[in-house]
């Protein structure tokens, strides 16, 4: 994707539109998604950087503008 491909682009801007999906539903049924709430992103996808980021919190703002992003702290343990 970094070297031009448009198939490698396409997928992940896929991945990152179903991984926003994913967050706004989860927000939803939480009753959240019309707050002020901090999300991060953790995951291998995300070891891409912004070519998957960038799009995400995009696709993130758009369908939930209240949300915001803060980077992740710990580890996955962490979160769990």
């Not at 994707?1 to 927000?27: F, K, M, W, Y």
Request: hydrophobic share 50%; glycine share 12%; aromatic share 6%.
């Amino acid at each position: 994707a970094r070297g031009g491909n448009a198939t490698c682009r396409a997928l992940l801007d896929e991945a990152a539109q179903l991984l926003a999906g994913s967050l706004v539903i989860a927000l939803r049924r939480a009753d959240l998604a019309d707050r002020a709430v901090p999300y991060a992103a953790r995951g291998g996808i995300f070891a891409a950087g912004d070519i998957v980021g960038a799009p995400f919190r995009k696709a993130v703002r758009d369908l939930a503008p209240a949300a915001f992003y803060q980077a992740p702290v710990g580890d996955a343990l962490d979160g769990c």
